[in-house]
Nanobody, 120 residues
Framework: QVQLMESGGGLVQAGGSLRLSCAAAGSIFRIISMGWYRQAPGNQRELVATINAGGAVDYSDSVKGRFTISRDNARNTVDLQMNSLKPDDTAVYYC??????????????WGQGTQVTVSS
C-alpha cells in the first residue's frame, strides 16, 4: 500500500507564490519518477512538471520559467515552487509517482489533490 500526501495549496493573488509538497509513504521499493498534474474545472488533467530519480525535469510550456520542481530521494518527497502565479494556474493540483513496491511490481499512484486558487 502506497500513499501520496500533498500539502501547500491555497488562495493567492496574481503574481504571488505558493509551494506544494508531496510525500510518498508505504511499501516503497523504488520511486521511478514523481510529478505534478493539474485539472481546472471543465478541463482534462494536464502535466505540470515531472522529475525522475536522476533529477531530469520536464515542464509544460505554460509554467516554464515560473515553476520549479525538486525532489528529495532520501525522503521520498517532491516539491513544486510556483512563482508569478496567474489566474489561469487555478486548478486542483495532483501529485503523481511511478513506484516499484517490490523488484517486479510497479504502479502509478496519485494524491488526493490540493486546490490552488489565484485571484486577479
Amino acid at each position: 500500500q502506497v500513499q501520496l500526501m500533498e500539502s501547500g495549496g491555497g488562495l493567492v493573488q496574481a503574481g504571488g507564490s505558493l509551494r506544494l509538497s508531496c510525500a510518498a509513504a508505504g511499501s516503497i521499493f523504488r520511486i521511478i519518477s514523481m510529478g505534478w498534474y493539474r485539472q481546472a474545472p471543465g478541463n482534462q488533467r494536464e502535466l505540470v512538471a515531472t522529475i525522475n530519480a536522476g533529477g531530469a525535469v520536464d515542464y509544460s510550456d505554460s509554467v516554464k520559467g515560473r515553476f520549479t520542481i525538486s525532489r528529495d530521494n532520501a525522503r521520498n518527497t517532491v516539491d513544486l515552487q510556483m512563482n508569478s502565479l496567474k489566474p489561469d494556474d487555478t486548478a486542483v493540483y495532483y501529485c503523481s509517482a511511478y513506484i516499484y513496491t517490490d523488484v517486479r511490481a510497479w504502479d502509478n499512484y496519485w494524491g488526493q489533490g490540493t486546490q490552488v486558487t489565484v485571484s486577479s
